[in-house]
């Protein structure tokens, strides 16, 4: 299926051997990786892949070494600093190397540290963004994270601090007040305490919440619920990570915007889920 993809002409980078491109490939759908990524799969020689990196992806890099350097859920970051003293080895080897990550690189998946190690040993690097799961993973449910009915500002948080505990350092009482939507990354092991801290700080107990599991994959499931069941559900649900979480009243346009369901045959449950009254009429 893959191998007969063929870039559109252009000026393509070349991945040069001692280089070490982090690239995103985005939240599991092969069809959101970009071309910038799918140009470094066919160039390099080997390519070190997170757990959340879709298999499928892979097939378009079949020349090269495929080295899974998967780590789930806050685990220690001696593990991270090894993965950076790797790419660090590969490139002086002479490798060209493709550091594929789920997402984007830059959005609470370390890439940040990769590069800053790789920078500090002198290896020169290339960034190729992606797709992050708390923007293109809730598409992928009909959520907007942003709609000018709802917010004009969203919050991007982690559930997980580096020891894996919920994060102590987040002011939850500013980010209650301050944010009209959140978008939790990691946030199913400590759903419990991010909506209790939410609640006490008066976010309303029937807040709109999504729960996108498996995002944009052919696994992917979404729990509708409020602030005040959303531990609860999530139990109840039995849905596991890799999963978003989304706070806020954009979870409302799923009522109109799931779009998968739609192309599944079903009609739209609510056209006007947050009640402005009818749509202009086309001309
Ligand atoms: N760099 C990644 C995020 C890495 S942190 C990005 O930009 O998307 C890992 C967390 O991302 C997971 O715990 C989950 O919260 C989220 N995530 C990644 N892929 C996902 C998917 N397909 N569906 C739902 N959540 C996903």
Redesign the pocket.
């Known amino acids: 299926m893959t191998d007969s993809l063929t870039l559109p002409d252009g000026n393509w980078p070349v991945l040069e051997p001692g280089w070490v491109w982090l690239c995103?490939a985005g939240?599991?759908d092969p069809g959101l990786m970009t071309l910038h990524g799918i140009n470094a799969l066919r160039q390099a020689d080997v390519v070190i892949y997170d757990a959340?990196v879709e298999p499928a992806i892979l097939d378009w890099a079949p020349q090269a070494e495929h080295v899974y350097a998967g780590k789930?859920?806050g685990k220690p970051s001696a593990q991270q600093r090894d993965i950076s003293l790797r790419l660090v080895e590969m490139s002086r080897l002479g490798r060209r190397v493709l550091r594929l990550?789920?997402?984007?690189?830059?959005?609470?998946?370390r890439?940040g540290e990769e590069a800053q190690t790789l920078v500090q040993h002198g290896v020169p690097i290339r960034i190729i963004p992606?797709?992050?799961?708390?923007i293109?993973?809730l598409a992928y449910a009909g959520i907007p994270v942003t709609h000018r009915d709802v917010n004009q500002s969203v919050t991007f948080v982690?559930?997980h601090d580096q020891s894996g505990e919920a994060p102590s350092s987040l002011n939850w009482k500013a980010i209650a007040q301050g944010s009209q939507v959140l978008v939790?990354?990691?946030?199913?092991k400590h759903a419990g305490q991010i909506a209790a801290a939410l609640l006490d700080a008066g976010r309303a107990p029937d807040e709109p919440c999504a729960v996108?599991?498996?995002?944009?994959?052919s696994d992917?499931q979404v729990l509708e619920t409020d602030l005040a069941h959303l531990p609860a559900d999530i139990a109840a649900s039995g849905l596991e990570?890799?999963?978003?979480?989304c706070i806020g009243r954009s979870v409302l346009m799923r009522q109109v915007l799931d779009w998968q369901t739609m192309m599944a045959g079903e009609e739209p449950r609510n056209t006007d889920p947050l009640g402005r009254g009818r749509p202009a009429q086309a001309s």
């Open positions: 995103g939240p599991g959340l789930r859920g990550k789920g997402g984007d690189p830059f959005v609470f998946g890439g992606g797709i992050s799961a708390g293109g993973g982690t559930g939790i990354y990691m946030g199913m996108v599991c498996a995002a944009t994959t992917q990570p890799p999963a978003i979480l």
